[in-house]
């Protein structure tokens, strides 16, 4: 059991008020909040360690060089990658997949390809295959959604064509929680011997990720969403599909000469990474997976179940209340509406209760489009998160009916 309490310290953000309010952080899918040692970390980086990596011979540009490469390390063995060099930094999941999307096109994409992607993907994971629609004529196939917020697996099964280049979907969706069986999925496309991207933003920091039992060939997560630092994320890539991938973008650091007649490409991971790392944010990044990791997902994953439990027992008391996303297998994740109350109206409310929520299409519009809804209310929980915090939303939502109605 999980000393929630105790580990609440951790966030100095936690105690703070809001309009004179106890704050209750319930947007964690969105971002979480950052224990103290990730933030000392980044401000130790700085103090101690700051220069940049990898071309200096000096003592501090070595230093720096190894916290970063260390860094690389850390997350690799998170998510139980086989080789150091199959994770690249980027700014986040966002521009991950938009390295797939665009160097995996260069070599894979012809007009009318196809490429699988789900209807309850988040904006980052359809609009850079749009790109790829517009500048490639590909196709993209959705796997629809049923009426719990699972993907329908027949659909999917019968996507699979000589056109089908690659299927990207969601671990866990930020809107619905559903916690997607990817595993059989990729085994599927496997069989097909078609490659898979994984969108595990709203994954890594709920459940184990092990991307070689999953057999995933991509697999993207931003640091944020994890207790890290903004700005950070990763690609993982099986080294076989990043060695033939080309440079997503070109500049310093990923070549390993240059003249004007011809310049040839670093090696893994290099050849991903153009201009300056962000290599304070990476060993912010390490720190914030330690702590994970000394919490323990597995207790993680308990806790935030139990949340989720007691908070949609909790709410469904509320008559009228629509629940979006019910599938038994999901993660911390609870989206609804009030009836006959726009979500927008609700989440401002609840701001004045010191409530963070998060309204709105929650970048997944052709999901909304699909329930036939605007948008919703979502509130999404964190280990930190507890009963107590669930019980003052429950009597701030019935708050903002009696106002609204
Ligand atoms: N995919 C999913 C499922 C997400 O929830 C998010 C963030 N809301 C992203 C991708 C994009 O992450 P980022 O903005 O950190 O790149």
């Known amino acids: 059991m999980l000393d929630i309490q105790i580990l609440r310290n951790d966030f100095p953000i936690l105690s703070r008020t809001v309009h004179d309010k106890s704050l209750v952080y319930f947007d964690n899918a969105a971002t979480t909040q950052k224990p103290q040692s990730v933030v000392e970390q980044i401000r130790k980086a700085y103090y101690d360690a700051n220069a940049n990596v990898h071309r200096g011979v000096h003592f501090l540009s070595q230093q720096a060089t190894e916290a970063h490469e260390n860094a690389r390390r850390a997350v690799q063995q998170f998510i139980h990658a086989e080789h150091p060099h199959e994770i690249i930094f980027t700014r986040g999941t966002t521009e991950a997949i938009n390295l797939v999307a665009s160097s995996f096109a260069e070599i894979a994409f012809t007009e009318g390809d196809e490429v699988i992607l789900s209807a309850m993907e988040h904006h980052s994971n359809i609009v850079p295959w749009q790109l790829q629609m517009a500048r490639r004529g590909i196709r993209l196939r959705i796997i629809p959604v049923n009426e719990l917020g699972e993907m329908d697996l027949d659909a999917y099964h019968a996507f699979f064509s000589p056109r089908t280049r690659l299927v990207a979907v969601t671990h866990v969706s930020n809107v619905l929680g559903t916690i997607n ?115 323990g997902l597995d207790s993680i994953a308990e806790h935030e179940t139990d949340l989720l439990r007691y908070a949609t027992d909790s709410l469904s008391a509320i008559s009228g209340i629509r629940i979006f996303g019910q599938a038994p297998h999901k993660s911390a994740v609870l989206s609804f509406l009030l009836p006959n109350i726009h979500p927008y109206d609700a989440g401002l409310l609840l701001d004045r209760f010191g409530i963070a929520v998060r309204t709105g299409h929650h970048c997944a519009q052709p999901l909304m489009q699909h329930l036939g809804i605007e948008g919703t209310v979502r509130a999404s929980f964190a280990f930190y998160n507890t009963k107590t915090e669930i019980d003052i939303f429950l009597q701030a939502l019935l708050q903002v009916q009696t106002i609204l109605q």
Do not use: C, W
């Open 181 to 295: 069986p990817v595993q059989s999925m990729i085994a599927e496309a496997h069989a097909h011997d078609v490659p898979v991207l994984v969108d595990g933003a709203q994954a890594v920091p709920h459940l184990p990720v092990d991307v070689q039992a999953l057999d995933a060939d991509f697999y993207a997560f931003s640091a944020h969403k994890v207790y890290g630092p903004t700005g950070i994320g990763i690609l993982y890539g099986k080294e076989k599909y990043l060695d033939l991938l080309p440079p997503y973008q070109g500049g310093g650091e990923m070549i390993a000469a240059v003249s004007f007649e011809h310049t040839t490409f670093n090696e893994l991971p290099y050849k991903f990474e153009a201009g300056t790392p962000d290599y304070i944010g990476s060993t912010a990044f390490a720190t914030a997976l330690d702590y994970v990791s000394r919490i």
